[in-house]
């Protein structure tokens, strides 16, 4: 065998290709292991100079949002002055805009500026924003306005991921490191770009109608895992809980139903009752329909209102109507005289009769009667002299 069969043939296509590099923002990666330093963006980067063309974002923003802008530009433009980018405020046309200028070096914080334009364009406070220009601090939009029809259920489901008291939206600031404001129609998110996809998960499974407490407890579950270093290199999904949406069957209810009905049955036997019937009395079956009720002319006729006049009609009326406030008004005036009648009351028995009540218990001793009560009387007090 010759030296040049033994050695594999490659294509010359192929000859200087290298394995791709993994991405960075995939799941096998662990980044707590692995430090991305990001160094600042400084005018000595910029080897071109000046930009050549001028690059401009602009942004509407709400009418109600008009007055805070106006009061809070001045720190808007300070922030931007030290990146070199010019901004403008059109109030006609309620508009805000950014653009480079000679001054920019950093070729990306025009889009950082764009950015902030809409965060504040979205109710975003002017200090929160500003930390978008940060390299660290990226943002995110979520619109959800159009992911649920019903209105009632929209309001409700994004009730739903701020909380009770903003406990919720508390819980998924704390827990993904980011700043979420639930605004309108938009949910206006601030941090690493890791956190912003789990935020963004949870706000559009909200939406769909999974409760956000079920990923607030994924994640609580994932931050106790990651400070075990022996579960580094193992799956986490057995420590992961399953939440399935199990919708039963037809014969699953039915079953399901009867078990409680025998449970039920099985008490009530055990209790000395006799059990309930589950089914109810049959009717007695006819093959006719039922008789078809009178209508209003029909009862009319028999009563011989339809032959009467229009002004017979209406006397008839008003005497009903008299006998009925004639009814009302002596029912009104009876509850009224309830109150004006004077409760009964026991008087209390004057010395008189007091004395005539001794006289008579001295005679009744000296004859040997009694009543019931005198004879108890006594009885417990020669019981007491003998003891």
């Known amino acids: 065998m010759s030296e040049d069969e033994s050695t594999p043939v490659t294509n010359k296509n192929r000859a200087h290709r290298k394995d791709k590099q993994l991405a960075w923002d995939t799941d096998d990666i662990d980044h707590r292991h692995i430090s991305w330093k990001i160094d600042a963006f400084e005018p000595k980067d910029n080897k071109a100079g000046a930009f050549t063309e001028e690059s401009s974002f602009a942004t509407l923003f709400p009418k109600y949002r008009e007055k805070y802008l106006r009061e809070v530009w001045s720190a808007v433009t300070r922030a931007l002055d030290v990146h070199g980018v010019a901004c403008t405020l059109d109030l006609v046309h309620g508009s805000m805009s950014v653009r480079t200028t000679r001054k920019t070096y950093d070729p990306y914080i025009i889009l950082k500026a764009r950015d902030l334009i809409k965060l504040l364009a979205r109710g975003v406070a002017v200090a929160q924003a500003v930390k978008i220009l940060d390299d660290a601090v990226a943002c995110d939009i979520i619109k959800i306005g159009t992911l649920v029809r019903n209105k009632e259920r929209f309001v409700k489901r994004r009730q739903r991921i701020i909380g009770p008291d903003g406990s919720t939206l508390k819980a ?150 008299k006998q009925k406030q004639a009814e009302t008004t002596a029912k009104r005036r009876e509850e009224r005289a309830e109150a004006f009648v004077a409760p009964t009351e026991t008087a209390a028995p004057t010395v008189e009769e007091k004395q005539q009540r001794k006289r008579k218990a001295v005679e009744n001793e000296e004859k040997g009667e009694y009543t019931s009560g005198e004879k108890v009387k006594k009885k417990k007090k020669k019981s007491v002299s003998e003891d």
């Open 172 to 321: 998924i600031e704390l827990l993904t490191q980011c700043y979420v404001l639930v605004q309108g129609n938009t949910v206006s998110v601030m941090g690493p770009y890791k956190s912003l996809k789990e935020v963004r998960r949870i706000v559009l499974d909200c939406m769909k109608n999974i409760h956000p407490i079920y990923r607030i407890k994924e994640l609580m579950i994932r931050r106790e895992l990651a400070k075990d270093p022996k579960l580094a290199t193992e799956s986490w999904d057995r420590f992961l809980p399953q939440f399935r949406k199990r919708h039963l069957k037809t014969s699953e209810k039915t079953a399901k139903k009867n078990e409680i009905i025998q449970q039920k049955t099985e008490a009530r036997r055990a209790a000395g009752l006799e059990p309930e019937s589950s089914k109810p009395a049959k009717k007695v079956y006819t093959p006719f329909p039922p008789a078809q009720l009178p209508r209003k002319v029909d009862l009319q006729l028999e009563s011989g209102e339809y032959f009467l006049k229009a002004d017979e009609k209406q006397a008839r009326e008003s005497e009903k109507k």
